[in-house]
C-alpha cells in the first residue's frame, strides 16, 4: 500500500434533522436523534483535532446546520482552527441577523440546494414550500458579499430542466452550480425507481451543461451518473484516501454513504481523528488493493478507479468488497442493466430523528 497521505477535507454532520424531506437524501434511512448529536464542546475539539491532522476544509452540512444554535460558535472554533469551512444548507432559517452572526464568527462561503427551477417541481421534491426562502436566501448571501454556491440534484423528473436550473443559478449570482446526478444510497436508493432517468434523459442534460459553459464564467460542475456508462467511479479518491465524514453522534466514516456497511465505524468520543484516520479497521478496510477480488485485482484501472464504490457494491450485491456492479467488467453488471431501466412508482420521504418537527406528508405518486 503506499504511504498514507492526512486527508484535506471532512463534512461535518451537525445534524440530520431537517426542515425538507427530499427522497434522494443520501444521509441514512436510520437518522441521528438531536438527543445523540455532539456538543458544542465535542465539536470544537473535533475541529481541533482535524487542523492538526491536516483538514484545511469542512463542509458544515447536515440535516440542516441552521438548526444547531451553536452554529455560529462551531463556525468560530473551525475558524481558530484555521480551517475554511462552507455552509451546505437548505436556507430556510436564515435570515440577515443569523448570516450576519455567521459572518462575524468567520464563515467564508455558503452552499444553498435548489431542487427545481420553480416553486411547483421545486417543492414537490422537497416535500413542502421552500422555494421562495431559498430565493430569499440567495439574494441575503450575495448581499454579504459571500461566494454562493449551488447544489443540485438531478433526477428524471428534473434533468429536462437542467436549462432552465443552470439559468437559475446564473441570475442569482451563483460562482458555482454543481450538479450532482442522484447517488443511489440512503433515501435515493429507497426510491431509485421513482428517481432513475434514461439514457436520452441524460445525454440531453450534458449537452444544456456544454452550451452553458460556452456563454456564462460560472462554473458548472457535472457529476457523473454510474448507472449507464459501463465504469465505476473512483471511490472518494479511493478508500479513506482525502476526506472523511463526521456524523452527528461522533461516527467517522470514509464517506457519506458508509452508514449502511458492516463495519464497526470508529467514534470520535472515544478514538482521535489521527489515530481513526490512520490505525482504525474501518478506514484501513478497503484502502491498496490486497482486499480487491479479481476482475478488479488484475485490472489496469485498478488505481484509478479503486475498484468502484464499496458502498454500492454492498447495497447491490450484500458484499463490500466485490467489484462495483456498475463496472461494466463486474460479474454483477447485470443488476445495474436492470436497475437502470426500471422507472415509475412512489416517493418514500425521509423521516427525522426523534423530536424534530416534521409536515405531515405522504407518498407521492410519480409518473
Keep these: 500500500m503506499a504511504a498514507l497521505n492526512p486527508p484535506w477535507a471532512m463534512l461535518a454532520e451537525l445534524t440530520h434533522g431537517c426542515p425538507l424531506r427530499c427522497p434522494y437524501c443520501s444521509n441514512p434511512t436510520e437518522l441521528v436523534p438531536r438527543t445523540a448529536e455532539l456538543t458544542t464542546a465535542e465539536w470544537l475539539r473535533v475541529f481541533d483535532e482535524a487542523a492538526r491532522l491536516g483538514i484545511a476544509h469542512a463542509h458544515l452540512s447536515g440535516g440542516e446546520p441552521l438548526l444547531r444554535r451553536d452554529l455560529p460558535e462551531l463556525v468560530a472554533g473551525a475558524s481558530r482552527a484555521g480551517i475554511y469551512t462552507q455552509l451546505v444548507t437548505s436556507g430556510l432559517g436564515l435570515t440577515r441577523g443569523r448570516l450576519a452572526e455567521l ?15 420553480d416553486a411547483p417541481s421545486a417543492e414537490l421534491i422537497a416535500g413542502r414550500r421552500s422555494f421562495a426562502a431559498k430565493e430569499k436566501a440567495a439574494r441575503l448571501i450575495k448581499d454579504a458579499g459571500l461566494p454562493l454556491g449551488l447544489n443540485v440534484v ?3 423528473h428534473n434533468l429536462d430542466r437542467l436549462d432552465a436550473i ?39 442534460a450534458q449537452r444544456a451543461v456544454e452550451q452553458w459553459r460556452g456563454r456564462t464564467e460560472t462554473e458548472l460542475i457535472w457529476v457523473v451518473p454510474d448507472y449507464f456508462d459501463g465504469i465505476a467511479k473512483p471511490c472518494m479518491g479511493g478508500w479513506g484516501a482525502i476526506s472523511l465524514t463526521v456524523a452527528p453522534d461522533g461516527r467517522v466514516l ?3 454513504a458508509a452508514y449502511g456497511l458492516p463495519l464497526d465505524a470508529p467514534n470520535v468520543r472515544e478514538n482521535t481523528l489521527g489515530w481513526i484516520w490512520s490505525e482504525s479497521p474501518a478506514f484501513n478496510a ?5 482486499w480487491m477480488p479479481d476482475p478488479c485485482r488484475s485490472c489496469p484501472r485498478k488505481e484509478a478507479d479503486f475498484g468502484g464504490c464499496r458502498c454500492q457494491a454492498y447495497a447491490l450485491t450484500g458484499d463490500a468488497a466485490r467489484t462495483d456492479p456498475a463496472c461494466a467488467l463486474s460479474p ?3 443488476l445495474i442493466s436492470e436497475l437502470a431501466g426500471a422507472r415509475g412508482g412512489e416517493f418514500a420521504y425521509r423521516g427525522y430523528p426523534a423530536g424534530d418537527r416534521q409536515d405531515a406528508h405522504g407518498p407521492t405518486r410519480v409518473p
Design 103 to 117: 459572518t462575524a464568527a468567520g464563515l467564508p462561503s455558503v452552499q444553498l440546494s435548489v431542487q427545481g427551477a
Design 154 to 156: 438531478l433526477h428524471r
Design 166 to 204: 443552470i439559468g437559475l443559478g446564473v441570475s442569482w449570482g451563483a460562482v458555482r452550480i454543481e450538479l450532482a446526478n442522484t447517488q443511489f444510497y440512503g433515501w435515493g436508493l429507497r426510491n431509485r425507481a421513482a428517481l432513475m432517468p434514461d439514457r436520452e434523459q441524460l445525454a440531453r
Design 254 to 256: 470514509p464517506c457519506p
Design 286 to 290: 478497503y484502502r491498496g488493493n490486497d
Design 332 to 334: 454483477d453488471h447485470g
